[in-house]
């Protein structure tokens, strides 16, 4: 006969793939909504390949022009111009929006498929776990423990409390980046930076938010503060994490929200990255 602790055991395990699989399958509905969100980044490639075809033909500096679409004979296909730039450049501009677009498309599905097969895989587990055999609860505990699904019970720890400001890093232009560690430090973290500093954030996935202290960072600090995004997130064991890249101006925090939600105005720029362990331990100051 199972005693009372074993039962409190195998429940707990239970309750533990219960909310891991519903993290799971709401994990799986952004990434469905952020693909179907994509749009036809194809058309960017045919206003590239046009303006590139016609580029002789257009003289002086137009706000947009109309060419002959090739897919649609009879059809002509309406083109937005950068007036400062070249033809040639508006062309070069339309093939490197298509490109980023179709990396953040490959980027989001690829990880949509790694959370369908982890959802198969924590299924398969929850059917085959066996809440009366002791063996079977210990296994599946150890490995929810494993995945961070289960925590410990630590009861006595010489440990000191974690600091009360972010995480901080330093890139390798000397730039601080801060790191929110939970909801409520995300919220202040956004809440007081100054409005002309950069934020980030990783697509449609939980995650921290993130304050580069800078007006003007380089690339070399916006793809390390990426990483940096990309790690302190659900995505940190994808192989590759769109991260998003706004102003702090940009960013709202709607009335009666829940901590660490806000909205954003404008358009968010997207920077793509791997997460990095080892990148983030050299960039890390000590608390």
Request: no cysteine; proline share 4%.
């Amino acid at each position: 006969m199972s005693t009372q602790a074993e039962l409190s055991a195998a429940t707990e395990v239970s309750q533990a793939m219960e909310r891991q699989l519903f993290r799971t399958n709401k994990q799986i509905e952004a990434l469905t909504r952020a693909v179907n969100r994509v749009d036809d980044f194809t058309e960017l490639q045919v206003k590239g390949t046009l303006l590139k075809t016609y580029a002789s033909q257009i003289d002086g500096h137009h706000h947009y022009v109309e060419l002959p679409d090739y897919r649609q004979p009879g059809q002509t296909l309406t083109i937005q111009l950068d007036v400062t730039k070249s033809i040639m450049a508006n062309a070069e501009a339309y093939f490197h929006h298509y490109r980023k677009d179709k990396r953040g498309l490959q980027t989001v599905e690829a990880n949509l498929a790694a959370a369908k097969q982890t959802l198969a895989q924590q299924q398969a587990r929850q059917a085959a776990f066996k809440p009366l055999d002791p063996a079977s609860v210990a296994t599946v505990k150890a490995q929810l423990i494993a995945e961070g699904a289960l925590k410990t019970k630590v009861l006595h720890s010489s440990k000191l409390p974690e600091p009360a400001h972010p995480r901080r890093f330093y890139t390798s232009d000397h730039v601080l980046v801060e790191v929110g560690k939970n909801s409520g430090q995300n919220d202040h973290l956004t809440l007081t930076a100054r409005k002309d500093y950069y934020w980030m954030h990783v697509s449609e996935l939980a995650g921290s938010h993130v304050v580069i202290h800078s007006n003007h960072p380089s690339e070399q600090t916006l793809t390390e503060a990426a990483i940096l995004t990309a790690y302190y997130s659900k995505g940190r064991k994808y192989p590759r994490v769109p991260v998003d890249v706004l102003k702090v101006s940009q960013l709202h925090k709607p009335k009666g929200a829940k901590s660490g939600l806000v909205t954003f105005a404008g358009k968010a720029d997207t920077i793509t990255v791997r997460p990095d362990a080892e990148l983030v331990k050299k960039l890390r100051t000590e608390d």
